[in-house]
């Protein structure tokens, strides 16, 4: 088997360099283990960057999202007992698209398939080979369980955190940066109207507490917990309860609406960047080369941003044969990369109550947030990173 560009991982990375290279008139395979019911079914991230929308919509993507997606102006911070509200808008003219990511996905796949694409899911024993020689392969077996061996001119490794690719090259020629955090995310998806009509992110003494949504009907909800919490002590009741209690604000607020649970989960929490994304003709794209903490809302938005470079830098090589943007991809996207770490990181550790924090600790914390709410400086800065950095 032959194609030009063999993609491992059907996420949002996976599926879009797919879409792009097609609009390019380069041809691509995707392999991915799960099935399509299952990608199309991970609840995931929400929050869309202007830049990410644009992409969406120039690329003929957009149709669903433009009309089921929620456009958000600003973000709520509520600590000690207060809501603040910080204007996207106001600050930078720009605003973000809360979709879910699984959405998106769907989107994906629909616009693939009906272009005719190469999608094979629930393939088994992915194994990449020959990456610093013009020929790269692929090996797999299909749902069948017949083998293949796909060579291809280059492979994008889109596989996440936890795929082959990147462990397929060889040590010591990757360097990686990596901060685990002693915190992770209880998140849940409930029937339930949404009490407000932008994000509430919360600092709380007893922890963290996330307020956003998926449309009109639909709400997404977290509640900081430990990285080994056991879901089995998370009877509904309590987490509603635990909720009410983080989300409890001013006299204002209004009473979180308790609704039936439709799917809940526990997410750690990571900082993680290889370098260089490249090696040979290998490519790494998305989660499999970096991952944030999710408290930027910068994880897809970044992948969105690694594939369209990808795909930009692929078809100068197909037009002129030359390496020369493909050798750059690595460190365009690196820059870019490292912002929304320190982004991410920053807002998580200004957010939590972090266990072992002293006294003092806390009370930076909340001079950090009292700093931010009095500062148009502060603020802006915030605004800024959360609609998306430009690329250069
Ligand atoms: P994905 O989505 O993990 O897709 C990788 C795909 O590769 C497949 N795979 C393999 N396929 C073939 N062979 C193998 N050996 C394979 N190994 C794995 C997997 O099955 C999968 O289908 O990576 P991708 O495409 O790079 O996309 C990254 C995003 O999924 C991720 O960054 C975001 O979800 C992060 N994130 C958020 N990002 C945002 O931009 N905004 C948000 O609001 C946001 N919220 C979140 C988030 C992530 C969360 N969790 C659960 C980690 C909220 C949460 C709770
Ligand atoms: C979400 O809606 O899932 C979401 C929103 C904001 C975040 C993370 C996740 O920072």
Redesign the pocket.
Known sequence: MRTQVGIVGAGPAGLLLSHLLHLQGIESMVLEIRSREYVEGRI????LEQGTVDLLNETGLGERMRREGLSHEGINIRFAGHTHRIDFVDLTGKAVT?YGQHEVVKDLIAARLKAGAQLHFEVDQVGVSDLDTPAPTIRFLDRDGAEHALVCDVIAGCDGFHGVCRPAIPAGRLTMYEREYPLAWL?ILAESHPISHE?I?VYHERGFA?F???SPRIT?L?LQCAPDEDLALWPDDRIWDELQRRLAGDEETPILQEGPILQKGVTTMRSFVAEPMQFGRLFLAGDAAHIVP????KGLNLAVTDVSVLAQALAAFYASGSFEELDRYSATCLRRVWKAERFSAWMTSTLHRFPGHTPFEQRVQLAELDYLMSSHAAQKSLAENYVGLPLR
Do not use: C, E, I, N
Request: aromatic share 12%.
């Open positions: 995931r991230a929400g929050v809360v998140g994000l992110y996330l956003s949504m998926r997404r977290y999710p408290t930027g809302a």
